[in-house]
């Protein structure tokens, strides 16, 4: 069996999930000799996504790589990272505002998400870093780059989103096929903003208490020799 599907209406993936939680257990519990199995277009994207979850693994080690190397660090490209699981949920959480059904194109967009929303904590990361070079303390560096940087943060990711929004409100069918993508960026990206600001520094600070206590212990332990 075949049909067409109004996105505009209904997305596929939702239509697959209803078939797969209601009417084909229905189905089968009163005619148990049906075999079924989804193939076409739906057998595609479930290879796709599996595919997709893999490269996303890639993706991941890449950024982190492309990070550590410039750094000279494995530490704060975690800092910097961590604000992707964050844009991942801002985009779960701009799909249900919106009303649209998590997708396979909504997993693209969060893949390429995970490129963008990197930058605003890499300002926040290179500020510290130039200015602990010049001499400051580091828990002085990162208020001072929460202050300085804080218009350009906010400024670029509130630009990027409202670029965005003109395909999140357009109602054509075409447009249907890359609106998840366009979510999935714009509300990502604007949900992890507002926590990198918080979320970084507070970072820099438990490392800094981290390196004290331990630093501390390695004195007590030099002084009881």
Request: net charge neutral; hydrophobic share 55%; charged share 15%.
């Amino acid at each position: 069996m075949q049909t067409g599907i109004d996105k505009a209406t209904i997305e596929p993936d939702e239509v697959v999930r209803i078939l797969q939680a209601d009417i084909l257990p229905a189905l089968k519990a009163d005619h148990p000799s049906i075999r079924y199995r989804f193939a076409g277009q739906v057998e595609e994207q479930q290879q796709d996504t599996r595919e997709l979850k893999k490269s996303g693994v890639i993706v991941l080690l890449l950024i982190f790589a492309a990070l550590a190397i410039p750094l000279k660090s494995y530490v704060q490209p975690l800092y910097i990272m961590s604000a992707i699981p964050f844009a991942v949920v801002g985009a779960i959480i701009g799909h249900w505002l919106t009303g649209n059904a998590f997708s396979f194109l909504s997993i693209v967009g969060v893949l390429a998400l995970a490129g963008v929303v990197v930058n605003d904590s890499l300002v926040l990361v290179d500020f510290v870093n130039q200015k602990v070079a010049s001499g400051t303390d580091k828990l002085v560096a990162v208020v001072e780059a929460g202050q300085a940087r804080f218009r350009a943060v906010i400024l670029t990711s509130l630009t990027t989103f409202l670029g965005l929004l003109p395909i999140q409100l357009e109602t054509s069918i075409q447009a249907q096929f890359i609106i998840p993508m366009a979510v999935s960026v714009g509300f990502g990206i604007l949900f992890a903003t507002g926590v990198t600001l918080f979320l970084v520094p507070i970072l820099f600070y438990i490392a800094d208490d981290f390196g004290r206590l331990f630093s501390g212990k390695k004195s007590e332990a030099s002084a009881s020799a």
